[in-house]
Every structure is written in C-alpha cells, then in structure tokens.
C-alpha cells in the first residue's frame, strides 16, 4: 500500500506552482509557511521572483504576514 501510494505521488502532478502563479497574478505576493521548517517558505519565490515567503511560527511572526498599514501591498 506505501508503495501504491508513492507511486501514485510521483506520476500525479502537482498544482501547487499553478497556484502560486495565478495567486501572485492576483496580485498576492506574500505566502506564509505555519510550523518549523523552511522548505515551503522558500518554494513561492522559486515559482515566482515576485513571491516572499514567510515562516509563521508565533503569533508575532504572524504580523509579517498581514498588512498593518492601510494601503499596504497584498
């Protein structure tokens, strides 16, 4: 069954550097990773120059992540 199951990963595509670009032509440049760890943090700017990623990881760091200005950039 694990095995089944990382096939099935491998051969399906993913969508997720679709999504990061049609987010970021939406004008959404800031993408936040909850948790430890770094590796989706780090994927948005790959897809797209344009794109920041930011590591949430305590309720301050979550102000990173959301304007506090009023006509701050998405």
Do not use: C, N, Y
């Not at 595509?13 to 800031?30: E, F, I, K, N, Y």
């Not at 797209?48 to 301050?60: C, F, L, S, Y």
């Amino acid at each position: 069954e694990v095995l089944e199951i990382l096939v099935s990963q491998v051969e399906r595509p993913s969508h997720w550097a679709a999504t990061v670009r049609a987010l970021v032509a939406d004008g959404h440049h800031r993408f936040g990773q909850v948790g430890s760890g770094v590796l989706l943090t780090r994927m948005p700017r790959r897809i797209d120059r344009a794109a920041t990623g930011i590591p949430i990881e305590t309720v301050e760091d979550l102000a990173k992540l959301v304007p506090v200005e009023a006509g701050a950039t998405r």
